[in-house]
């Protein structure tokens, strides 16, 4: 997204909340409702007059300005001073290590990558350094697996373990940051690392009931060694147990799988970044897991699977982790391709709570979802506690706001999640199969689902609405119908 696009957005995004009702409700309305602006602290005041909901919004300014993007001294070490050849061809990678580490034992800085095409493999960041990109500048990554050994310390669907390094990791580090307007592009295509999802071999099957096997039997994460031999596929960018993060400007581009995963994180700033990544299996474009104070704003994401998904760890290493996703604001973010606009799961073990989404434009035929909550009794942990308003659906390919407690078809098991209190007002769709598929549990019912001022404009099938109590809808139309929530 070209940064005038990005401009429009946010000025856009204030006059957006007027639109979002069609003109059948334009005369019922709310007034205070029809008066709000469509920024996070618009409304806060207007607290229990528009109903259960509306006061949680005040805590946004205050989550806020918690958020901080780290400072970094003005000093920079170029990677062309260490031997990096922008060439496309030349390997780089241990200019790009010689670069960091340089930065790093002067105290911090920016490592500078200049307009070229530079290959390298795994690059490790530390404590006060910025990686940036200048306009031009692309770091195109190795497309051979030994590349991103030896293996470290990681996280794989949400189950911890030693595996491939990301391909732009930091572990433990404070202040560090991903910046500038060059690319970073992952190579990854049918026959590099995507093909390692499926059929036929090599592929991440018998790896993936390995793993999974060795967290419900307490195997020490120094011990779940994969890596050479194996084939769990690493993140493009992975940022593990830091604090004071910044992501801002890039383009990022057909990773692995996830292309961007914050883990154990606090103070989480990823602003008008691009993701690029529509094609490859499990390409989600921005996955914060177990984080605490996150950002997303003004960004684009075009992307093979869930467009933004916050996470928490899954089933018996969640439990053992036990850190949840808390206080994640998502702004003025464009989902185009991917399973699912704003998403919360699978992996919910940890539990997911405070999530506000807001002037967010979301439409493609292949959006499948624009807000998506999964989870399924193997999981437990509880999603609550979310509010998403001023949102603007072109068109989904499924339905248009889904909650489903059975992901992966299992309907029972020893862990059920606890999933309620979410707060949807002023969404605005236009085509899509239906408005909502809401899927409980009967023994374990979705809770308070509320749904306020919204418009489902060319909805072509009846909704799926199974084991949910307390649901509102309030002011909403589908098809031009008033809908009501079944008795």
């Given at each position: 997204m070209d940064r005038t696009r990005r401009r429009f957005l946010a000025a856009a995004a204030g006059t957006a909340a007027g639109a979002v009702l069609a003109p059948q409700l334009a005369g019922r309305a709310d007034a205070a409702t029809a008066g709000t602006t469509g920024s996070a602290t618009t409304g806060a005041t207007a607290g229990a007059a528009l109903g259960p909901g509306a006061s949680a919004w005040a805590r946004v300014p205050r989550i806020r300005r918690r958020i901080r993007p780290p400072r970094f001294?003005?000093?920079?070490?170029?990677?062309?001073?260490?031997?990096?050849?922008?060439?496309?061809?030349?390997?780089?990678?241990?200019?790009?290590?010689?670069?960091?580490?340089?930065?790093?034992?002067?105290?911090?800085?920016?490592?500078?990558?200049?307009?070229?095409?530079?290959?390298?493999g795994a690059i490790h960041l530390a404590d006060n350094v910025e990686l940036h990109l200048e306009e031009g500048a692309t770091i195109r990554f190795s497309r051979d697996p030994a590349d991103y050994l030896p293996v470290v310390y990681t996280r794989y669907e949400g189950i911890e373990l030693m595996n491939y390094s990301p391909f732009v990791y930091a572990y433990e580090r404070t202040n560090v940051a991903i910046t500038g307007s060059g690319t970073l592009d992952g190579q990854?295509?049918?026959?590099?690392?995507?093909?390692?999802?499926?059929?036929?071999?090599?592929?991440?099957?018998?790896?993936?009931?390995?793993?999974?096997?060795?967290?419900?039997?307490?195997?020490?994460?120094?011990?779940?060694?994969?890596?050479?031999?194996?084939?769990?596929?690493?993140?493009?960018?992975?940022?593990?147990?830091?604090?004071?993060?910044?992501?801002?400007?890039?383009?990022?581009?057909?990773?692995?799988?996830?292309?961007?995963?914050?883990?154990?994180?606090?103070?989480?700033?990823?602003?008008?970044?691009?993701?690029?990544?529509?094609?490859?299996?499990n390409n989600?474009?921005?996955d914060p897991e177990s984080c605490v104070d996150v950002l997303i704003e003004r960004c684009e994401f075009n992307t093979g699977d869930d467009c933004v998904a916050i996470k928490a760890g899954k089933n018996a290493d969640g439990r053992r982790v036990d850190a949840p996703s808390e206080n994640v604001l998502v702004d003025s973010?464009?989902?185009?391709?991917?399973?699912?606009?704003?998403?919360?799961?699978?992996?919910?073990?940890g539990g997911v709570r405070w999530v506000f989404a807001w002037n967010c434009e979301m439409s493609s035929a292949r959006l499948e979802r624009a807000v998506r909550i999964k989870t399924n009794p193997d999981r437990g942990g509880y999603v609550?506690?979310?509010?998403?308003?001023?949102?603007?659906?072109?068109?989904?390919?499924?339905?248009?706001?889904?909650?489903?407690?059975?992901?992966?078809?299992?309907?029972?098991?020893?862990?059920?999640?606890?999933?309620?209190?979410?707060?949807?007002?002023?969404?605005?769709?236009?085509?899509?199969?239906?408005?909502?598929?809401?899927?409980?549990?009967?023994?374990?019912?979705?809770?308070?689902?509320r749904v306020t001022d919204s418009v489902f404009q060319e909805m072509t099938e009846e909704d799926v609405v199974r084991d949910v109590k307390d649901l509102v809808l309030r002011n909403v139309w589908i098809n031009g119908e008033r809908a009501e929530a079944p008795s």
């Open positions: 001294p003005r000093r920079t070490f170029p990677v062309t001073g260490h031997g990096a050849v922008g060439d496309g061809a030349t390997m780089c990678t241990d200019a790009f290590r010689q670069a960091v580490e340089a930065c790093a034992a002067a105290g911090g800085g920016r490592v500078l990558v200049p307009a070229g095409t530079y290959l390298t990854a295509d049918a026959t590099h690392w995507w093909d390692w999802s499926g059929d036929p071999p090599p592929t991440e099957k018998p790896d993936k009931t390995l793993l999974a096997a060795m967290a419900e039997e307490g195997v020490p994460v120094a011990e779940r060694v994969f890596g050479d031999g194996h084939h769990l596929r690493p993140n493009l960018i992975q940022l593990y147990r830091c604090r004071n993060v910044l992501i801002e400007g890039v383009t990022v581009k057909d990773s692995p799988m996830w292309n961007i995963h914050p883990v154990l994180c606090t103070n989480v700033t990823i602003r008008e970044v691009t993701v690029d990544s529509p094609n490859g299996p989600d474009g921005c973010c464009v989902m185009r391709d991917g399973n699912g606009g704003v998403t919360i799961g699978s992996e919910t073990t609550k506690d979310i509010y998403f308003r001023d949102i603007e659906v072109g068109q989904a390919a499924d339905a248009v706001i889904e909650v489903a407690l059975n992901y992966e078809n299992k309907d029972t098991g020893p862990y059920f999640p606890d999933v309620g209190d979410i707060d949807i007002r002023r969404l605005r769709a236009g085509r899509a199969p239906r408005a909502f598929n809401l899927i409980g549990n009967p023994d374990n019912p979705i809770r308070g689902v």
